[in-house]
């Protein structure tokens, strides 16, 4: 009679990955024949409750968690398989018994690029997936308007497909740690419970040191960010121009940061201390008064203001701290004009007889978050350096004018060679250059979106990459805003850039955009695809990259003498094969 072999608690493995070694031990001598389950001084391993954690994500956050979910759910027994969207379809779908799902949503309440195909099949589905046990956690941003759109879009289908939903979605914000580790402990309490006892409550501490020590193997993340020392901030736009872009350059020194090209930067950010003192004075407070931050701490108003607080889109709870009659969408600015709150200053001037309590108002705001930005350098071509390239936002709303927090902090506060920003790496292993240095790439990044193929080419250059390199660039004026002329031109000579196409919108009576250029060159482009090569797109997602995938789709039908159907298929099938890929915003 022989003894199934038992993993001990001393052996030197986590426990998810004991309970895999013991269910595959279970599972392999349960089938030779007088095996005994056990052994006399140990109990038997449990049997592990499968579970698929199914993902759609933009720029790698959703990714990261579905990974985490995997962990803590092969600490509780379950036999956790972790699947991108872009590699599922309904059929796969129904043959899953428990499932949980991380999706988020960007743009106009959109799915991320590999959550799209998916999201189009599930909406037609009525009452195929009845075996299905799932909860859904969102992500999101309440700055836009569709927040949460697509997770809740993927829990109302799943309900429609006859699933039964085991624990409420949660839809998280910028700020997600808290709700997200709530969500994971529910919903694997109640899969296992369903399941004969698999979750267990026990483990919820064990989520939240998770999310807290998750990120680089430098042990700087999003919560514990390094201070880097700022070196460069310098415009990239010729006098005359309409913009304000900034090349940033941070030094990594001696952090441990890693980070590969086609990955993004988050910046911790300061508000302005204009904004901040014109606060104070609507609030009536000289900015000593002591308040509390997120981390129980103590900080003085002021400080909090200008480096914990958000004070962009008013909070509901901030508007409650107003009578009903203005706690409302709409607010009256100084001149009497009903106005939509757009920054929480807004709030205050409009009933300046109001000034609530520090405390008060403190705990109605949401934290300050860190902003993300496409890396614009190569860890091998600019080693023990990070570069950024950062369009500073500044616009009139309601005859005040307005900042973007983190672009005016990087191009007007932070001092090159004096001052420390907190930074960390934010992976994005969707947006790489080819694996294979040989295959060709074409490039759509008009403005700011020039920054990761910037990466792109220096990284080609730097590891002696032998495919060729196609851009399209475009903005306003080739006189003032030809963001990198030099570095291009360099690259061009040296012909590491096989073509560059430009497009400046402002330098004739009818204005060009880079979709227009690539209509010009479909039978070029075409014929690239054609050899295989990948097709990317960068920079903003309402208006050009719905311009360039029309553009892209127009192109293939006309060079492929293509239907419409054929073209969307031939795209689908590079989206498929990750070969177009889109860092959007």
Known sequence: MSTVPFIPDTAPFSTEQRAWLNGFFAGLFSRTPGSQLAVASTPPPAALTPLTVLFGSQTGTCEGLAKRVAKEAGKRNFAATVLDMAACDTARLATEKNLLVIVSTYGDGEPPDSAKALHTQLSALSSQLPAIRYSVCALGDTNYTQFCKCGADFDTFLEKAGATRVSPRVDCDLDYEEKFAGWLNAALNALGSEAGGAGSAAAAPAVATALDSHGSPSGYSRTNPYPSLLLTSRNLN???SAKQVHHVEFSLADSGLVYEAGDALGVIPHNCPALV????????????EAVPAPDGATASLRRALTEIYDLGKPTPDLLALFPATVAVSQLAAPNGQLITPHHVIDVLLSRRDL??????????????????????????AHGGQVHLTVGAVRYDLHDRPRKGVCSTFLADRAVPGQSRVGIF???????????NSDTPMIMVGPGTGIAPFRAFLHERKASGARGKNWLFFGDQRASTDFLYREELTALTAEGLLTRLDTAFSRDQTEKIYVQQRMLEQAAELYAWLEAGAHFYVCGDASRMAKDVDAALHAAIARAGNKTAEQAAAYVQALKTAKRYARDVY
């Open 238 to 240: 010729a006098d005359g």
């Open 277 to 288: 003192s014109e606060i104070l004075i609507a609030l009536g407070c000289d900015g000593e």
């Open 355 to 380: 000034k609530p309590a520090p405390l008060d108002f403190i705990r109605a705001l949401k934290k300050l978050q860190p902003r993300l930005y496409s890396i614009s350098s190569s860890p091998r």
């Open 425 to 435: 790496v934010h992976s994005n292993k969707a947006f790489r250059p080819p694996a």
